[in-house]
């Protein structure tokens, strides 16, 4: 079986791809490389041994996504990542953030029901949650206004794919993922942020190995037991997992529900001082930080209801917040190396 992985070069898109290829599947990536490297595709041939199918476009172009899925007319499944995820880029450009994501997701979705192509999965975000009134946030928490463009476009993304299941021939499952870090265990593969990142994970092992002086520490007066913010961070590759999961929920024939939504993490919630804890205990190095004010924008406190994914997906996050940060560490030391 041959599954598509748009943005499959990226981040989660590449330890997907690994996963997949570990059960069998063929992929395909499209990608544009606009946030990452051809290199990404040596490096997953390291831990798979096998070079996956890649073509290089923008799935904004219409014309060259049909032609893309005329030609590869025997895909089973799309995985849809390719997508712009930058929270404060979104607010600045919203109409990039709006045409990339939304006309991207229309193309693969036409493409799809021109060639009968029924199962997508789609690349969502815990952010539609906000922040909720009562945690831990279930799939059925109520979705609220957006907080940024981005944050918007994953609304309006689970809408179209939700809205096409209805008139067209199109089955999706959503994945609603928390705090996705860490690393591949070979350190072969890992996230590579373009300039300066925005999230904690890579943030911190930038400054530990002496690319950021310190790293800011965004509000301590917030109401947690430590006064720093609390998220569900979620190791990449048990995420990646969840994917694979997914698609053969899709394939075979087990959803019960045209659209299905499920959260991914691990139903743990950590403040930013004990992720900071952990690297420290993991990698031994001691981080600078400095406590700054609250970034605006930012929430005080979500984590997943994680029983609906472990009992209808059978799936489960393994790995623990130091398994997380050593498996970082060790992907920005390879990167260090390369150098
Ligand atoms: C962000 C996105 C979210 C996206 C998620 C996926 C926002 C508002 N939301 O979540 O939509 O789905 O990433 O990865 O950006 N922090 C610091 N210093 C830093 C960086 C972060 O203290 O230099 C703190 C933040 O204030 C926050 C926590 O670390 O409390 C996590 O931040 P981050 O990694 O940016 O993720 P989110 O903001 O939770």
């Not at 923008?58 to 990542?81: G, S």
């Not at 997914?246 to 691990?266: D, I, Q």
Request: proline residues 4%; contains cysteine.
């Amino acid at each position: 079986m041959k599954i598509l992985v748009t943005g499959g070069t990226g981040y989660i898109g590449s330890h997907t791809v690994v996963e997949l290829q570990a059960r069998g599947y063929e992929v395909i990536i499209v990608d544009d490389l606009s946030n990452s490297s051809i290199d990404v595709l040596d490096n997953i041939a390291k831990i798979s041994g096998k070079k996956p199918l890649f073509e290089k476009f923008n799935l904004t172009d219409q014309e060259k996504t049909t032609a893309f899925f005329k030609l590869h007319n025997d895909i089973t499944a799309v995985i849809h990542f390719a997508a712009f995820k930058a929270v404060g880029e979104s607010v600045e450009f919203p109409l990039m953030y709006y045409r990339n994501n939304l006309l991207s997701l229309v193309n693969i979705l036409q493409g799809m029901i021109d060639n009968n192509i029924r199962d997508i999965v789609f690349s969502s975000s815990c952010t539609v949650y906000g922040q909720p009134d009562l945690l831990p946030a279930r799939e059925d928490t109520p979705v609220q206004k957006a907080a940024s463009p981005y944050g918007n476009t994953k609304q309006i993304c689970e809408e179209i794919i939700t809205d096409t299941s209805i008139s067209g021939n199109i089955r999706g499952i959503l994945l609603r993922y928390f705090n996705p870090i860490g690393a591949h265990d070979s350190a072969f593969i890992g996230e590579l942020p373009l300039g300066i990142p925005n999230c904690l994970m890579p943030y911190i092992t930038q400054t530990a190995i002496g690319k950021r002086p310190f790293l800011r520490v965004w509000g301590d007066d917030y109401d947690t037991p430590d006064g720093t913010a609390i998220r569900d961070y979620i190791h990449v590759v048990d995420l990646a997992r969840a994917h694979v999961i997914a698609v053969e929920r899709l394939t075979g024939e087990k959803c019960k529900k045209s659209v299905e939504v499920f959260n991914l993490g691990t139903g743990n919630g950590f403040s930013v001082m004990e992720v900071i804890k952990s690297f420290e205990r993991t990698s031994g190095v001691k981080l600078n930080y400095e406590i700054m004010e609250r970034r605006p924008g930012d929430i005080v406190k979500v984590w997943a209801d994680t029983d609906f994914a472990n009992e209808e997906l059978g799936w489960k996050a393994e790995k623990n917040l130091d398994e997380m940060t050593r498996s970082a560490w060790n992907w920005e030391l390879a990167l260090e190396k390369k150098k």
